[in-house]
Nanobody, 123 residues
């Protein structure tokens, strides 16, 4: 049973920064690709970023490139999302997700999901 627990969300002002964390309780974490997704009210779940099992490959949705950074610490079974220069349109529930081996930008490729953490950016 894989459990993913996100933390670090909150209410911030535009231009501020937040770091989200996702702790994984799985012995296979170091072999899993990890992703961050978000869902705003009334909208579909959206890909944000993904990272390979080694951390050597990352990719982002265009709207967050240059502002967000995904990283991981396999010794701590944790993946991070550093979010800088936040904008009101970044407001959403953010989810981390895990899948074996290769990365994907498609939410339906991920088998395991956290419960989500709310990020609210005020203007």
């Amino acid at each position: 049973q894989v459990q993913l627990v996100e933390s670090g969300g909150g209410l911030v002002q535009a231009g501020d920064s937040l770091q989200l964390s996702c702790a994984a309780s799985t012995r296979t974490f170091s072999g899993d690709a990890m992703g961050w997704f978000r869902q705003a009210p009334g909208k579909e779940r959206e890909f944000v970023a993904t990272i390979s099992w080694s951390g050597g490959y990352t990719t982002y949705v265009d709207s967050v490139k240059g502002r967000f950074t995904i990283s991981r610490d396999n010794a701590k079974n944790t993946v991070y999302l550093q979010m800088n220069s936040l904008k009101p349109e970044d407001t959403a529930v953010y989810y981390c997700a895990a899948r074996p081996a290769v990365t994907s930008i498609r939410y339906y490729d991920y088998s395991y999901w956290g419960q989500g953490t709310q990020v609210t950016v005020s203007s």
